[in-house]
């Protein structure tokens, strides 16, 4: 337990000890090491890293360098990524058998190791994070702490201003006081429809109830998406005290964090973040000598997309199948186990600490019209850096694609962008340039969603991308109205037949019927936005629909049954590149021969058009 | 408290209805006829079929007006051409994942799905595709289970594990595959179904039906050297006229007596006449036990179903059970011992087929306690779902038939029998009995109100000869285990406990006839059928078990007295702890 | 099962028993124990919470296949899973799972007869900078390509069979 004079203290003792990370001129003769413990760079060994640069600096005996692990610093595509404080050198691609290598240069003599520093798309080797084109436009609120602080030390949390806002809340405001702030600021829920979360908030507190709820909807299903998960992992504080200060705001002594058992990253520095906060006496009885109490339990997801339903996440927390429910009542009126429960997803909450320390004016001054403040993206698909951006809302599509995401690999053209997941729809190119808010991005077809942006290049087809959501909510719909149930998969079944060269016109018609039907009786978010794809697709592609359905024809090579792949014999120079290249043995032909393929064993993964020099095959 | 009142319009028509009320029931008090599917009143009330889907003024998408109620101003719209088209889909979609073979099915003519689909004139299908295909379960001697049928409403769930607490049954997989199913889709059998066949009641469609045993029965009525008699339970009276579009409620023991002896039964008689045998057995049972406080309360038995339950879920609990067989178990037993004997019969001559509102008395005919020297006490159970089938199939013109009566000398029956087929009506025949008994008078007060009316719970205090008798009598399983947990803490002090498996009783047995979503939102059935057992009751002559002519001629020549050794032999049984999950 | 691994079963559901209050919430949470512990859901298992949690097995049953994360069978000793994320399938993944079932001849969800394969689809592991990416018992190999996955594959079935 630590009392409230002995936090502030501690935070100022602390904030002292890591200014380093913060500034770059920090008056400090130490060094931190900092090796980037998302997910992503997770996979690609940096635990393994971390220990590499712990065992040598204990080996040379130096004692002015620490180590630290951090949450995502944003450029996956560099990963694993290792930073050192205060002179801010990004180092890339980084792996175990460098170490050696940054210690005896960067450490020890001062040089920095310019094979591991970062090229930017222009070529410009990079010296610092500040210089990267991709941070330039960003703005970073939600992930302010994120590559920051140790995730796994409350300490550093408390020290950049942690569980500061909790402290002004408990102290000075009333409930009202902090409802209203929330209100001003213009905050709109991260979730996917964009309701304003002050409203949300006003409402569960105007329910009749002794017993409320605040949960935390850290269910992130959108294949391809991953700023919740960044977030839990980076600074999983923030969403305890944003959740606490809900809990006050709007009479809750209890919170449950939903979380996917698939993120056990997320899931353990949760589990030591509550600890920690328990220890420190935060979360419990009497928070900071008041009357208010408050507790949190994490409930783990067991992979169904739908639960990040709202409704169908509380029917999962009370142990049911993930079935939603109809609304109305929503949530604030019945909720969990029929009480009134706020609920918020994770990157909404990791805004409110911020909104409440800096004023609801300074928030609201960030973004366009009706959207507010910033949006974590997780950028992927066909562009070169992808990785997790937040931008203020307004920022333009092409400005995050090409400024911060460097564009278009392998020299390709954009086809489109898709946001919003399986709920949202396919942006293109003469869309590039409207500025993203929750308003704009609607009235173009798609959505704002939870902030998956998948960029497609040219040799996608969007027929087969249509397919792809459809196979994707077919398989997480929860069967419990009709026309989710069976009507996504009589959707899926015509797309099929398009893309086997199988289909009609007509499949087009009953498409688009079936479409509008889905979405206005479907008795959830995830079924009344199921067909958007499809819906998206079909407005500006709706030429390549034809193609498929009357010439049975696929101008890429995804739509394997109408693909053929031959080489022309004209162009052919008999290298026998494509040969060796190809996995499966299906071209034929030996020494200067002009190549022949095999259609029988040919699986048209494209590998030989792309490997002849000379052009000469095609499909 | 007058209730606050809301005001709204459908479709044009200024409507006025109480706070809560649902846009379906408004519109319903408009005269508008919204379409439902997966809509039970009371039992399965959760919108998801979207059939029921209107639109509301200002609203985006659709509203539920199955379940989300009425607000004040709100303008709905029930027959937009949105409404109709999605409607239209919606059904369209539900058939087209539907085993299209009506002209086969129990349920053509009867089948909820049918009904919408002639309405909407659906004539082709327009998103036609994969269909989910399931194993028929048919290993049960009580349920079919064929969800090639199943259109996913739910009701069936509801009613096992809401109304019932049973819960054999749920929806398991999910999105496309979802389906109903047991645990590992194995059999009904080896499951902890007891059979009560409330999900049969449930069901719209054919998915879930009886087993049926007609067959079986046409060969007998054939067969020159079996005497085939038949018994009718009480219930089966007042329902089986509503599969010949009578009124619900209508009595047509006259014309049933009739139809059975065209169809060729060599003896009909009344099980009634068993449930006079039962009360007499059971009140004695009743009598002793209270007398020595030997495990009290004491149970009813009569109810194969709920006997099915407590042996799987209370075991410990089964001393408290009545020993008693069921009546026309009971029955079964007199006519293949007392009555060959009397008439001059061989015994494994006789066929004996009960006529019963109950599939769980498929069950028990065959529970190996049910049968003396290797003859079973009842050859076939049918239900009144199947005779009325059989009447069809003899071309019976049954609204037409003349009233006959039941054959002597196993045909007469007192009120108190009659009750029985009701929810508190063996409870109220037993203590006219148990009371004269008791006091040795022949007492004029034998009309027990407390125990009568459609609540699934019903208690009351009776003083027979300055003894005070706590008394329960429970209908629908949820019920019966609230009473069990009393009785198993000891919070309650009973001294005699009905249960009955179905709510409302036999009356609403899982054999009766199938009424649709509709019906059993605008008239409450349970009451039609039991107001018409309890008028049977008030115009009976003999009103009391014992006063039975038939059963002091029983005991007489046979059967010596209540609980007398051939008595305990042939009319009562024992029960076993069963295993919920045979898996 | 042989009877040592009955054993053990006992003893971990029992664990569970004390660790967890009968109530039917836990359902879910005792559930994901189960799955970690013996990597699929066996019978006995749904059996024992179907009594300590006063739940019917049908509905636990109906629990246990609406989450993908929970399977009523053994996996195999390798299970290879793809990500079929967005951020992978742009980037070609279902190229990796078409080779997959070709290769070992399964259905995502299935296990192979020697019981050595399974192979199931997740949505995104979380590593969108190495798309496409599959994993092998949790080890994720990223940039995949056709021949990366085969070359995987071959050496875990060389390695099985010296």
Redesign the interface.
């Given at each position: 337990m630590k009392s409230l004079q002995e936090i502030h203290e501690l935070r100022e003792e602390k904030r002292k000890e890591l200014d380093l990370r913060v500034n770059t001129k920090a008056d400090t003769r130490e060094k931190h090491i900092l090796v980037c413990h998302g997910t992503g760079c997770t996979s690609s060994k940096s635990p393994q890293i971390l220990e590499s640069f712990r065992k040598i600096l204990k080996e040379r005996n130096i004692t002015n360098v620490r180590v630290i692990k951090t949450g995502c610093f944003g450029l996956c595509a560099k990963g694993p990524i290792v930073i050192i404080r205060p002179e801010d050198t990004f180092y890339s691609l980084v792996t175990p058998d460098d170490c050696e290598e940054i210690i005896e240069k960067h450490i020890i003599n001062g040089e920095r190791v310019e094979r591991l520093l970062c090229k930017d798309i222009d070529g410009k080797l990079v010296n610092s994070l500040d210089e990267l084109n991709f941070y330039k436009k960003q703005k970073r609120i939600a992930l302010k702490n994120c590559g920051v602080v140790n995730p796994e030390e409350i300490d550093e949390y408390i020290a950049f201003d942690g569980y500061k806002a909790l402290e002004k809340v408990l102290k000075e405001m009333s409930q009202d006081g902090v409802i209203d702030v929330i209100k001003e600021s213009g905050l709109r829920g991260r979730g996917g429809a964009g309701f304003p979360t002050g409203k949300k908030w006003e409402l569960t507190k105007a329910s009749e109830g002794e017993q409320k709820y605040v949960v935390c909807n850290a269910d992130e299903g959108d294949p391809g998406a991953f700023m919740d998960r960044s977030i839990l992992e980076g600074d999983p504080h923030s969403v305890l005290e944003a959740m606490m200060i809900a809990g006050y705001a709007i009479g809750a002594n209890k919170g449950y964090i939903y979380v996917r058992a698939e993120y056990p990253i997320a899931v353990q520095r949760l589990k030591i973040a509550i600890n920690q906060a328990r220890d420190y006496g935060i979360l419990g009885e009497n928070v900071f000598d008041t009357d208010f109490s408050f507790d949190v339990e994490i409930r783990l997801g067991a992979g169904a997309f739908v639960c990040g339903e709202e409704t169908a996440l509380l029917e999962s927390i009370e142990g049911k199948r993930g079935q939603p429910r109809v609304k109305p009542p929503y949530p604030a009126q019945s909720g969990l186990w029929g009480k009134p429960t706020l609920i918020n997803n994770v990157e909404t909450y990791a805004n409110i600490a911020q909104i409440i320390l800096n004023g609801a004016k300074w928030y609201s001054s960030i973004g366009t019209e009706s959207s507010k403040g910033t949006k974590v993206f997780a950028l992927g698909g066909n562009v070169n850096n992808i990785g997790l951006v937040e931008v203020p809302m307004g920022t333009t599509l092409r400005e995050i694609i090409y400024d911060i995401g460097g564009g278009i690999p392998n020299g390709r053209e954009f086809k489109a962008a898709q946001t919003g997941g399986p709920s949202g729809g396919c942006i293109p190119k003469e869309h590039l340039d409207t500025p993203i808010d929750y308003e704009s991005l609607k009235e173009i077809g798609s959505m704002m969603g939870s902030g998956g942006l998948i960029v497609m290049d040219d040799t996608k087809c969007m027929v087969c991308l249509a397919k792809f959501y459809l196979e994707f909510t077919v398989s997480e719909s929860c069967g419990k109205c009709t026309p989710c149930r069976i009507g996504t998969k009589r959707m899926l079944e015509i797309l099929e037949r398009l893309c086997n060269g199988e289909g009609e016109e007509l499949d087009i018609y009953k498409l688009e019927k079936l479409a509008v039907n889905i979405q206005e009786s479907s008795i959830c978010g995830l079924g009344q936005s199921a067909p958007n794809p499809v819906i998206s697709t079909l407005k500006y592609f709706r030429e390549e629909f034809r193609q498929h359905a009357i010439q049975k024809e696929c101008r890429t090579l995804e739509c394997k049954a109408m693909a053929k792949i031959t080489i022309d014999e004209e162009k052919c120079k008999g290298c026998g590149l494509c040969q060796k290249h190809c996995p499966v043995n299906a071209i034929d032909g030996i020494g200067r021969d002009k190549r022949i393929i095999n259609q029988e064993k040919c699986i048209k993964c494209g590998t030989c058009i792309s490997t002849c020099p000379f052009h000469a095959i095609g499909n | 408290m007058e209730k606050e009142m809301i005001n709204l319009t459908i479709d044009g028509q200024k409507v006025i209805v109480p706070k809560g009320t649902t846009i379906l029931n408004a519109a319903k008090k408009a005269g508008i006829d919204i379409p439902t599917l997966c809509f039970l009143k009371d039992i399965n009330e959760v919108g998801d079929c979207r059939m029921c889907i209107v639109e509301v003024e200002g609203r985006r998408g659709f509203a539920t007006s199955c379940i989300q109620t009425v607000e004040e101003g709100m303008v709905v719209h029930t027959h937009t051409p949105n409404v109709l088209e999605a409607r239209h889909v919606i059904l369209d979609l539900i058939i087209s994942n539907h085993a299209k073979d009506c002209l086969t099915c129990t349920r053509s003519g009867n089948c909820e799905l049918q009904t919408l689909a002639t309405k909407f004139n659906v004539l082709n299908i327009e998103f036609d595709g994969e269909r989910t295909e399931h194993k028929i379960d048919d290993l049960s001697p009580s349920i079919v289970r064929d969800f090639n049928k199943c259109i996913l409403c739910r009701r069936c769930v509801a009613a096992c594990k809401n109304v019932q607490k049973i819960g054999a049954i749920d929806c398991i997989n999910r999105g496309f595959e979802s389906c109903i199913s047991t645990v590992g889709d194995h059999s009904l059998n080896d499951v902890n179904c007891t059979f009560c066949g409330q999900c049969i009641e449930a069901c719209p469609t054919g998915a879930l039906h009886e087993k049926e045993t007609i067959n079986d029965v046409w060969v007998k009525l054939k067969d020159p050297d079996t005497t085939v008699i038949v018994q009718t339970a009480p219930a089966v009276r007042v329902a089986l006229g509503e599969e010949f579009g009578m009124p619900i409620g209508t009595n047509v023991v006259g014309k049933m007596v009739t139809a059975l002896k065209r169809l060729g039964f060599d003896k009909v008689f009344d099980t009634n006449t068993g449930a006079d045998l039962t009360i007499m057995e059971e009140a004695n049972e009743f009598v002793e036990r209270f007398k020595k406080n030997d495990n009290l309360p004491m149970i009813t038995s009569c109810s194969p179903g709920w006997v099915k339950y407590i042996e799987m879920n209370y075991p410990e609990l089964l001393p408290h059970l009545s020993s008693c067989k069921s009546p026309h178990q009971m029955f079964g037993a007199i006519l293949k011992t007392y009555y060959p004997k009397r008439e001059g019969l061989d015994p494994s001559k006789i066929y004996v087929v009960s006529v019963m509102p109950c599939i769980a008395k498929k069950f028990e005919r065959q529970r190996p306690e049910m049968k003396e020297d290797d003859l079973y006490d009842v050859d076939n159970v049918i239900t009144t779902r199947e005779l009325a089938r059989m009447i069809k199939q003899a071309n019976i013109e049954f609204e037409k038939l003349e009233d006959s009566n039941f054959d002597s000398p196993m045909g007469e029956a007192s009120g108190a029998g009659a009750i029985f087929g009701t929810t508190g009506g063996v409870m109220e025949a037993a203590l006219r009995t148990a009371q004269d008994t008791l006091t040795g008078e022949d007492l004029p007060k034998i009309d027990f109100e407390q125990v009568r009316g459609g609540e699934g719970i019903k208690r009351a205090t009776i003083n027979i000869a300055g003894k005070e008798i706590n008394v329960v009598a429970a209908s629908g399983l949820a019920n019966a285990k609230t009473i069990l947990e009393e009785i198993k803490s000891g919070k309650a002090n009973y001294q005699f406990v009905e249960i009955m498996a179905c709510p409302g009783g036999c009356i609403m047995g899982g054999g009766q006839p199938i009424k649709s979503s509709k019906i059993r939102a605008e008239v409450d059935v349970r009451k039609l059928r039991a107001d018409a057992i309890y008028s049977i009751d008030e115009r009976s002559i003999v009103r009391k078990s014992h006063e039975n002519p038939v059963m002091k001629k029983l005991y007489a020549d046979f059967l010596e007295k209540p609980g007398s050794e051939i008595a305990e032999k042939l009319l009562h049984t024992t029960y076993t702890k069963r295993k919920k999950y045979n898996i | 099962m042989n009877e040592e691994a009955n054993n053990k079963k006992d003893n971990f559901i029992e664990s569970l028993f004390e660790e967890y209050k009968p109530i039917?919430?836990?359902?879910?949470?005792m559930?994901?124990e189960v799955?970690e512990h013996y990597g699929y859901i066996p019978?006995d298992a749904?059996?024992a919470l179907s009594e300590f949690l006063d739940?019917?097995?049908?509905?636990?049953?109906?629990?246990v296949?609406?989450?993908?994360?929970?399977t009523l069978k053994p996996k195999g000793k390798y299970n290879i899973s793809v990500c079929?994320?967005?951020?992978?399938?742009?980037?070609g993944s279902?190229?990796i799972m078409?080779?997959l079932k070709d290769r070992l001849q399964i259905e995502p969800g299935e296990t192979t007869q020697d019981g050595l394969f399974s192979i199931e689809k997740?949505?995104?592991?979380?590593?969108?900078?190495?798309?496409p990416?599959f994993t092998v018992n949790g080890e994720?190999y990223?940039k995949a390509?056709?021949?990366k996955l085969?070359e995987v594959l071959d050496g875990i079935l060389n390695k099985e069979n010296s």
């Open positions: - | - | 039917k919430d836990n359902l879910i949470q559930l994901n799955q019978k749904q059996k739940i019917p097995m049908a509905e636990i049953y109906g629990v296949t609406f989450y993908s994360r929970f079929l994320g967005t951020a992978c399938y742009v980037k279902q190229k078409d080779r997740t949505r995104c592991v979380g590593a969108c900078g190495l798309a990416v994720v990223g390509t056709v021949k085969d």
